[in-house]
């Protein structure tokens, strides 16, 4: 199964923007990069997702290597409610999701 | 619009009792994901429906834990018998389709504690 690898870690101040970083050097053609976010005691929710070109929402950005081999998350303003656990997913055509040990975010004001 | 709901939303039993956890995914969606969060393992997939027939469970670590998806809008996950390692959040999660682009869904978790 394809894996991702992200930091364990990131902070950042109000109201600056936030880049996540995630390498996934064996996607094969078909997978989709997905982002997650999980605030303490609630399920994971979406955020973003793509196959190939960037993609942005009101939640945030979402870039992607040409060789797709990386993307990277970006909040553009984070704000003290963006503080989670960020999760970068490869989905394979199933739709089956494989869960990385996600980044960590802390925003400080 | 109601979300994926999941009942109980916790669960303190002792080992060796059975446990079922139950979901509702939101009404239209065909694929229904069950996954099981620990600080050790993290998240991680035990089985997954869509249009209420078991697909995937590879993730499913033992006999004791089985998953019925009776009809469209009702899913369970048992364990017979519990055993303290089976102490986790679960989640329950939908999609209204099957295929990599589809976003899940997922409900708040049962919180399992097995003594």
């Known amino acids: 199964d394809a894996k991702t690898t992200q930091p364990n870690s990131m902070e950042s101040n109000e109201e600056e923007p936030v880049h996540l970083p995630c390498n996934h050097s064996?996607?094969?053609?078909?997978?989709?990069i997905h982002w997650y976010r999980q605030l303490p005691s609630q399920g994971p929710e979406y955020v973003i997702h793509g196959l190939t070109s960037n993609v942005n929402n009101r939640m945030a950005s979402l870039a992607i290597a040409e060789d797709r081999k990386s993307s990277t998350l970006i909040l553009h303003r984070a704000t003290l409610r963006d503080a989670a656990v960020y999760y970068c997913i490869l989905a394979d055509s199933w739709g089956k999701f494989q869960f990385g040990a996600g980044t960590q975010v802390v925003v400080t004001p | 619009d109601a979300g994926v709901i999941q009942s109980p939303r916790h669960e303190v039993t002792e080992m060796g009792q059975e446990v079922t956890l139950r979901c509702k995914p939101i009404s239209g969606h065909n694929s229904l994901f069950w996954y099981r969060q620990t600080m050790m393992r993290g998240l991680e997939l035990l089985i997954y429906?869509?249009?209420?027939?078991?697909?995937?469970d590879s993730g499913m670590p033992e006999d004791r834990f089985s998953a019925k998806m009776p009809n469209a809008s009702f899913s369970t996950l048992k364990i017979q018998p519990s055993e303290p390692r089976d102490s986790a959040v679960y989640f329950c999660a939908s999609s209204s389709g099957q295929g990599a682009g589809y976003e899940q869904f997922f409900g708040p978790g049962t919180r399992l504690t097995v003594l």
């Open positions: 064996t996607i094969s053609g078909t997978d989709y």
């Open positions: 429906f869509n249009n209420n027939v078991p697909i995937d």
